[in-house]
């Protein structure tokens, strides 16, 4: 079984370039978790007969969302879950900022099948001058995990999606000058650190280490052709299905966002 996840920077975008059905066409993921589609799900013209598709659009028009393409010869989900659940949200208190509602801003969409949970994520990003670090350092990160770890009481869980930092030096071309920037301070990388400590898996690391392998490019100084760029797309999955997984891949050459799609293939 292949899956992909792709923050797309607004699925209509990409469609209209004429790159999104063709990567799926080639590609043919069984599921397809996608982040920051910018769109309601009557908005998108993407026509895709093999697969249906779940949606958890943001409040507010053209911002944030996930979506989960499956396959249909998977069958459909058990159940779908948008959003966090409410008890863990209220808990970690996540309501209004002065940018908005991390709860209404179809970040987390999750579906269970028999034998797994599959979960797509748009973690929010800190901001430049990051107005929003308290936000996610003690709200949304605490509350994601808690979630991931209560779905995995019930069965394994793989999520994925852009999680909006770089965990180590090797996931981003420039560490030293971008230590305490964006993306790339002790708090944010605490986030990923505390997933890995609660035994979910970074796909990726199992099989490429060191630097150079990026999903997201600066449209500036044509930090794309240069590779400048970082590693804030993963895959991750509990540990039970560590062993399961066959392969994890980048795919720099897939063009039509400023990130590129991430992939696993898991027997």
């Not at 999104?20 to 920051?36: A, G, M, T, Y």
């Not at 053209?62 to 959003?83: D, E, Q, R």
């Not at 400590?197 to 796909?203: K, L, N, P, R, Y």
């Amino acid at each position: 079984m292949k899956i992909m996840s792709w923050n797309v920077n607004g699925i209509r975008a990409v469609h209209k370039k004429g790159l999104f059905v063709p990567f799926i066409e080639k590609h043919q993921p069984d599921i397809l978790c996608l982040q920051e589609t910018k769109a309601q799900q009557h908005q998108s013209e993407v026509d895709l007969p093999e697969y249906e598709e779940y949606w958890n659009s943001a409040e507010k028009k053209g911002y944030s969302g996930t979506a989960i393409f499956t396959k249909k010869s998977l069958g459909k989900p058990l159940s779908v879950m948008l959003g966090l659940p409410e008890k863990i949200a209220k808990k970690y208190n996540l309501k209004d900022d002065e940018y908005g509602n991390p709860n209404t801003e179809g970040r987390v969409i999750a579906l269970e099948y028999e034998k797994f949970y599959v979960v797509s994520v748009y973690t929010p990003n800190t901001k430049d001058d990051l107005s929003r670090m308290p936000l996610r350092h003690k709200q949304w990160d605490p509350a994601f995990l808690v979630y991931m770890k209560e779905l995995e009481k019930n069965k394994p869980v793989i999520f994925c999606g852009d999680l909006n930092v770089a965990h180590t030096k090797d996931d981003l071309a420039r560490p030293k000058e971008n230590v305490g920037n964006k993306g790339f301070t002790d708090e944010e990388r605490e986030g990923i650190q505390n997933i890995v400590e609660a035994g979910f898996v970074d796909t990726f690391r199992l099989f490429t280490k060191g630097n150079g392998h990026y999903s997201w490019w600066s449209h500036f100084a044509n930090a794309r052709a240069r590779n400048i760029g970082w590693r804030i797309d993963y895959i991750f999955v509990s540990s039970k299905l560590a062993k399961k997984i066959e392969s994890a891949k980048i795919f720099p050459e897939v063009l039509g966002s400023d990130h590129c799609p991430v992939s696993v293939e898991i027997f």
